[in-house]
């Protein structure tokens, strides 16, 4: 899978110099005796603000998403999604 962001600041002008990844998360199913499952994305950056990777989710269904975005280890923002897979 392909994952895009692009990072904008509170002007909406494009942030190039952050690190940016997206944090999924799937919620156990103990009567699937499936466990909790995370996956970390990092994506790198693509210019003009948008950072781009790849990455693997290996189980379909519902997943929580949260986009990290930071610069030199200081939170500049998250955002929180759902994503579903097949």
């Known amino acids: 899978n392909t994952f895009a962001v692009t990072v904008k600041d509170d ?11 997206i ?20 994506l790198p950056s693509a210019g003009g603000g948008v950072y781009r990777g790849t990455g ?4 379909g269904g ?3 998403a949260t986009v990290v975005v930071s610069r030199q280890g200081q939170a500049l923002g998250t955002k929180q999604l759902t994503v579903t897979t097949r």
């Open 11 to 21: 002007k909406g002008q494009p942030v190039a110099d952050a690190d940016v990844a």
């Open 56 to 59: 693997e989710l290996t189980v």
């Open 62 to 64: 519902r997943w929580d």
């Open 23 to 42: 944090q999924f998360f799937m919620a156990g199913m103990p009567t699937m005796n499936m466990p909790p499952t995370r996956n970390d994305v990092k």
